[in-house]
């Protein structure tokens, strides 16, 4: 499986012009790059006027509906996104669960998701530090009840994205992950996954990471000899278009053996 790269814009940049820009840089990047797979996800207005911008990166959307239509306010449905050409979405980040977001929720917007054929990207992690050799039971909780609500098979291709909150970018005192620990959360969560969905559904889904990843990183957390993380999700280093074109070229020649793990 070819490392997914996914630039979570979150809510920037503040004009379509520069929103344009940054995609471009993204289109280069991922043409330039073929052994990766690149999603860029824009906030939703800015989702169809980027979408031939960044090909062959391909759209993500940072949020959806649990639900398909109707009297829902500033909500956007499943199936809207769909029909734009958004390919995945991510789903449960720390940002959108400190808001209140419940794990029930997360569970319909999974379903809801993959229902309609969108690909989710369900983020989970843990929010204080912890010892390197203790797996947070907030993985295995928030896993366990975002897959509960879809139908198994629907998840085959889905993206698990684990994000420490100690290390994503804007919190206190942030520090990436070390590689080897993040390879070894990759193994718990597939682990998980097999327990959760089968063997065969579970081999189809990646596991990635997030956390302060840029340039310098990214490589590191991809690694090969094992089936550890297979791609990163990016916050801030996304939004500098030269950081991001660095990320892509970074993870491509880790998959390429070019930096181990
Ligand atoms: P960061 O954000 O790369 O800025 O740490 C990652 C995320 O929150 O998805």
Redesign the pocket.
């Known amino acids: 499986m070819k490392p997914l790269i996914v630039a ?1 814009w979150k809510m920037n940049p503040r004009a379509l012009g520069e929103a344009r820009a940054l995609a471009a840089c993204a289109g280069r990047a991922a043409r330039a790059k073929r052994g990766v797979a690149v999603a860029v996800a824009p906030p939703f207005p800015y989702l169809a006027a980027v979408r031939n911008r960044i090909r062959p990166a391909v759209l993500a959307a940072q949020d959806v509906s649990t639900e398909p239509s109707g009297p829902w306010t500033g909500e956007v449905s499943p199936a809207m996104l769909k029909n734009l050409g958004v390919r995945y979405v991510i789903i449960g ?1 720390s ?1 959108r669960r400190a808001l209140g977001e419940s794990d029930e929720a997360i569970a319909r917007k999974v379903s809801a998701a993959a229902r309609v054929g969108l690909v989710p990207i369900i983020a989970v992690g843990e929010a204080a530090r912890e010892a390197q050799e203790v797996i947070p039971s907030a993985i295995r909780t928030q896993l366990a009840s975002a897959v509960a609500a879809a139908p198994r098979r629907r998840l085959a291709g889905a993206v698990i994205a684990y ?1 420490p909150l100690w ?4 919190s206190r005192g ?1 520090r990436p992950d070390a590689p080897d620990n993040a390879t070894r959360r990759a193994i718990y969560i597939r682990k998980l996954l097999v327990g959760l969905l089968g063997e065969r559904i579970a081999s189809t889904i990646r596991v990635i990471y ?4 840029t340039a310098r990183n990214a490589g590191a957390f991809v690694s090969r000899d094992v089936r550890g993380m297979e791609g990163v ?5 996304s939004l500098d278009a030269e950081e991001f074109v660095n990320v892509v070229v970074s993870v491509a020649q880790a998959a390429r053996g070019g930096v181990r793990a």
């Open positions: 979570n980040h940002e994000e290390a994503i970018s804007t942030a997030g956390g302060s990843v999700l990016v916050g801030a280093a």
